[in-house]
């Protein structure tokens, strides 16, 4: 159900968000012209300063509708590596623990650097509506 309203929030807002940047090109078009007044001109800014924002608020609704599902489905998949425990089925040494192990532990440091990374470039963050939910 989380999901159904994330993705109905999410395009619908994508859709809004759509219609109001062909409104903002049209708006900009009208302003560059030699006709243009400053009423023309003060609109087209403030249709900019709006879909700044709403762009903004569009990529936090995606990442919460990609990011979750995505982290869920990784969460899910290294759960099941702990089922070549299983001793009956499987047989490896502690080598091999010691590679998963590693490879884990690599892949993981490596998305939080990106995502680290990508927050103290942009210098920006967006309060969320609401917090992402991962299933445990």
Not at 44 to 70: M, Q, S, W
Not at 71 to 87: M, S
Not at 121 to 132: F, G, R
Request: aromatic share 6%.
């Amino acid at each position: 159900m989380a999901k159904i309203k994330q993705k109905n929030e999410y395009t619908a807002f994508a859709d809004r968000f759509a219609e109001a940047e062909t409104a903002y090109g049209k708006l900009r078009d009208k302003a560059a012209t030699e006709k243009a007044t400053a009423a023309d001109k003060k609109a087209a800014e403030d249709a900019k300063t709006k879909l700044d924002a709403d762009r903004k608020i569009l990529n936090r609704l995606r990442f919460r509708y990609v990011g979750g599902p995505r982290a869920n489905k990784a969460v899910t998949a290294i759960n099941l590596i702990a089922n070549l425990a299983n001793t009956r089925q499987y047989a490896f040494t502690a080598d091999d623990v010691s590679q998963i192990k590693e490879a884990l532990e690599k892949a993981v440091a490596n998305v939080v650097e990106e995502l680290t990374n990508a927050l103290s470039v942009t210098h920006t963050t967006v309060a969320p509506k609401a917090a992402i939910v991962f299933k445990p």
